[in-house]
């Protein structure tokens, strides 16, 4: 936020004349070729019925039907398992490398792993996990050989709810510790020796201090997790092929063939997953707001 | 932190979970990878990978993905850095909206993205408000879909991208930079390209890289796109056979690694996260 004292202080310069403005109009003119006008397209579709006029009938209809309801719940639910999952998990992790009192040499280790982890997804993810959960998976024959347990047989499938929340948790996690690391070495070493100072527990330190602070980043950075999960199509595709219909793998057959048999609820379909991402996207940055005042 | 620290028994827990979580998977697609002859252990799965010839073949795929990411990085370099240069130069005013809009592929999704493009670039387009065509419709021909493919990663690898260069901008003095140069007679071009640039290069090594691991699997565009890059060709091979793509899943998670170890490397671990899956 550094940039707040930069635009401060040239906010008393003369507005820039038309012509300094023509720098930027590349730029501009992409975002709105290739990012404004494509979504600008299906906002606008969703408005129309399938004769071309103007309604709100589409809206309407994605909470009336069970089909597309019943994908965003998924969607929804399987965001927030992994959201919350890997933000504990993830957030456990950041502690142990940061001022866990582990030596500094795992901490780089972890934060470069982090960063492979967090980019490693889609089709070679899906796969990575057949091989290691899959009906003849490393730790589904391990389980089977050494402990009798075939999970298959115990209702665990890595094609079903469980078992995509396990693969997305190896995107989520790792993202939970680039995000957590820097704001866990934001913690001043000062607050915690007052508090120490003044009688305080390691638990009473935790619970009235450190927690309150980080608790806008941890809750903030929960929520981008979980608009990671919701926008994941490739991944949730290559491992169940389509048999659990969250939102993205809707739209996608939405977009092979009007499965829908309307197009404007097709669109609308979209815009309401790009709504929920906006809405998640803006809690985001006004929890991050909030931490900065105390994490510099 | 007061007295002598216990040893971190917790830490140590969590840390092992971690790596475990990390490794199996990997050490799993490894494992399997490497069976393909029966009763013994051998490179087999990844000389069959390179060798395939069906659904169009390893080596062009992965080529075309190859060439996708170096035209999506140099053509994200052209637009990003001279508009980063100029808003820190010239134009902070427009430092929110831009930064907003290198934002949008968080809320814009690959899936939504590429309906959208589908849906407005399928149509002849138009002069606005006359029916005279301006250009035809991009997603029936090549060229066209390669310019959807390269445009598309590049609003994908924005956040990414713009970030970096940014950072990177900030830590040297554009201004100063600038003024220097222009004092010396150089003109815009020369000021970017001998000035602006090798500065901000590690920045943009490190965009570059980030964009690299996005676009070197995608799947979402190419596949809706019909471009029979890596990720859709993985995704093929997959769906047909079991020990290659077991290896060549190896193979691009060694990649990833190699991007990322590399930003690591030369940004001295200030490298940034990805996400949108």
Known sequence: ?296 | MSGVRRFPFWSWVWFALGVLYFVLPLYATLDFSLRMERGAIGFKAYQAAFAATSYGGFWPAFSLSLQYAVLTIIASIILVVPTAYWIRLRVPQARRVVEFITLMPFVVPAIILVFGLIRVYSQPFNIPFTSIPLIGSLTNSPWGTGILMVAGYMILGLPYMFRSVDTGMRTVDVRTLTEAAQSLGANWFTIMVRVILPNVRTALLSGALLTFAIVIGEVVLASYLGINSFGPYLFLVGQHRAYEPAALTFLTFLLTWVAMGLIQLITGGQGQAAGAH
């Open chain 1, 1 to 296: 936020m550094t940039e707040i004292t930069v635009m401060g202080a040239r906010a008393k310069l003369p507005a820039p004349s038309w012509r300094t403005w023509l720098g930027v109009v590349p730029f501009f003119l992409f975002a709105i070729l290739f990012l404004f006008l494509p979504s600008g397209r299906l906002l606008v579709g969703s408005f129309f019925d399938d004769q071309g006029h103007l309604s709100f009938g589409n809206i309407l209809e994605l909470v009336e039907q069970p089909y597309i309801l019943n994908s965003y719940w998924l969607s929804i639910r399987i965001s927030a398992v992994t959201a919350l999952g890997g933000g504990v998990f993830g957030f456990l992790l950041a502690y142990a490398v940061t001022i866990g009192g582990l030596p500094r040499s795992l901490r780089t280790a972890l934060i470069t792993f982090s960063g492979v982890a967090s980019n490693f997804a889609g089709v070679p993810l899906a796969f990575a996990f057949v091989a290691t959960l899959g009906r003849t998976g490393f730790i589904t024959a391990l389980l089977k050989t050494y402990f009798g347990w075939n999970v298959y047989d115990r209702g665990f499938s890595l094609y079903s709810f469980a078992g995509l929340a396990l693969t997305y948790m190896y995107f989520q996690f790792p993202l939970m510790v680039l995000i957590m690391a820097p704001a866990l070495d934001g913690l001043k070493r000062e607050w915690r020796e007052a508090a120490e100072n003044l009688g305080a527990s390691t638990t009473q330190y935790w619970l009235k201090i450190a927690l309150p602070i980080l608790l806008p980043s941890i809750l903030g950075s929960m929520i981008l997790l979980f608009g990671n999960a919701f926008g994941a199509y490739a991944t949730a595709y290559a491992l169940t092929g389509g048999t659990l219909p969250i939102i993205t793998i809707q739209i996608g057959a939405q977009i092979r063939g009007d499965v829908l048999h309307n197009p404007g609820l097709g669109y609308a379909m979209a815009m309401g997953m790009v709504f929920i991402m906006a809405v998640s996207l803006a809690g985001y940055s006004w929890l991050q707001g909030r931490t900065e005042r105390w994490l510099r």
